[in-house]
């Protein structure tokens, strides 16, 4: 191991290694994003990108800030595509449709490099992870994070779709690096980089706003009676190197929105949500004050406040409930974690306290705050939609788990060496449901097969495997499909021609019904010629009665009722009313 150690601290080794990793995981990613139909979300976040960057505008849709919107649509610029030029809409998936309308032929392709360019940030995350952990502890520990990194399908699901959980990912870790290297050094420097990574994760998405409570807690964690420290400023230059750090970050998240509504007084503003509500409530000498936020930021920040504070149906184990469940990520983890993570995690925790010099209390205290802190406030939220909310996560566990590999020693621990060894080895097994890494659930949650018994909506049905079923029905041709989709594009779209199922009863036919309609999700459907009908809760529950004919990837379930079917649903339900009705 010392010998290997050696080699690896080679600079050209090392950076050989982890590119040669990080290379597989864009691969793997190409190959997804390449195979999976847009995705819920995706399909308003590319063409409000695109607007954005043809007219400078940021109101299209406020519920998420531009960034990665417009990262993703840069190549775009590049092509003969065209936005459709909507008008304002509530709904953000009008904004979809005028882009499919004016790009009928090519659409498809022009989704696939906005994934692209979600697989380059994922990419640069990956090294930034790797110069952490080598920072951290050793250049083979960084090269372990990085596998961890490559190993993990919630990584790869998020990175291979057009959205902002891997880039929020990312920019949590550029900050928190970044403000780790400030609370060490805190010169003018590490102050004004980490304000710009602390303004591009505010562009990014609204979750950045904790990162500013962390970085605050992180700086206290490090130089709080260490003695490692020894740069110690006084506090007044402190305190300006602080005004730094806050001034550059409101300088990028201004010119994010290119200065746009940056100085207006409270009192222009309405708010909807409770927290901002109480701004309305200061003294009116306050509210004259010019604010240094730009109003668009501040709106859709208020409306996402607005809309998390509301109940919204959340689906665990089988039941439904309207305020979601307080240990809703806590078996998420269990169930989407793959075992060999899952096992280092436990192996981790036990080294530390058998060995705490391996990651000291100060690190392990700095690494965990932004774990606890997300899954906290995930975990008392009522809108719980998938393990993507808390994604940015990852990279921290990774970083506590990466130490493990220094710690083989087949002389000394020979029982703790295999443990971790047989953990590693299990982790490239996770990545055999390729393309399919959204939809990824471990053994003990039945694999992806079983996972909407456990988790719908974006950890494993968010309307990826609508080209599956396009193929399925080119090789079963069929005039008399009945289509319960879940996702936002339309399936007319794709030439598919279908009907909308009648609910609360089976009648025979043929089906495609999405895993999460299917376990009772409410939803806005699209009918055959776009327009939208909505479907109730469990209106086509009765579906979980029937065994499917065939499964399309892992979100979308056929089924072929016959009246011998109908027959035998229509028993069962009198039975069970009897059942009911008997003393």
Known sequence: ??????????????????????????????????????????????????????????????????????????????????????????????????????????YQHYYFLGRCMILVLAYISGLLLALWTRDLFSSQAACFAVFLWVMSPNILASAALGTQDLAITGFFLATLYCGWKFAHLPSWKWALLTGIALGLAQLTKYTAILLIPVLVIQWFLVRYKNAEIQERPAKKTVLMRWGVLALSSLCILNAGYLFHGSIQPLSSYQFQSSELKVLTALPEFLQIIPLPIPRDYLMGFDLQRFIMQQSHPTFLNNQWEEHGFRSYYLYTMLYKLPHGFQFLIVIAIYSWFKQPHMLPR???????????????????????????????????????????????????????????????LSLPLSLRYAPDHLAYFNEL???????????????????????????????????????????????????????????????????????????????????????????????????????????????????????????????????????????
């Open 362 to 424: 100060r690190t392990l205290a700095v690494l965990l705050t932004p774990v606890v802190l997300l899954i906290v406030i995930a975990s008392l939220a009522n809108n719980q939609l998938g393990l993507r909310y808390v994604l940015p996560i990852f990279p921290f566990i990774i970083l506590v788990c990466a130490p493990l590999i220094d710690q083989l020693d087949f002389d000394q621990h020979k029982i703790l060496s295999y443990l971790i060894i047989i953990a590693i």
């Open 1 to 106: 191991m010392a010998s290997l150690q050696k080699v690896i601290q080679r600079p050209p080794v090392f950076w050989s290694v982890v590119s040669f990793l990080l290379l597989m995981q864009f691969c793997l990613g190409l190959y997804s994003a390449r195979q999976l139909s847009v995705t819920h979300d995706e399909y308003w976040h590319l063409p409000v990108g695109f607007l954005s960057l043809e007219t400078g505008r940021f109101d299209y849709d406020r519920l998420n800030p531009p960034l990665i919107r417009s990262w993703s649509a840069l190549p775009l610029l590049m092509t003969v595509a065209q936005s459709g030029s909507p008008a304002l809409s509530s709904d953000p998936a009008d904004y979809g449709d005028a882009f499919l309308e004016a790009n009928p032929e090519s």
């Open 445 to 583: 949650a039945g694999g992806p097969e079983l996972g909407d018994t456990h988790l719908v909506d974006s950890n494993i049905d968010w309307g990826q495997d609508l080209y599956r079923l396009q193929d399925y029905l080119n090789q079963h041709p069929m005039d008399d499909l009945k289509l319960a989709y879940f996702g936002t594009i339309p399936p007319g779209k794709l030439g598919i021609k279908y009907e909308l199922p009648a609910v609360f009863r089976p009648v025979p036919g043929k089906y495609a019904i999405s895993v999460s309609i299917l376990q009772g999700r409410p939803y806005t459907l699209r009918r055959q010629d776009g327009s939208r009908y909505n479907l109730e809760h469990d209106a086509l529950g009765f579906f979980r009665f029937f065994e499917p004919e065939a499964q399309l990837g892992y979100s979308i379930n056929f089924y072929d009722l016959t009246p011998e079917d109908i027959a035998r649903w229509q028993t069962a339900v009198m039975q069970a009313n009897r059942s009911m009705l008997s003393p």
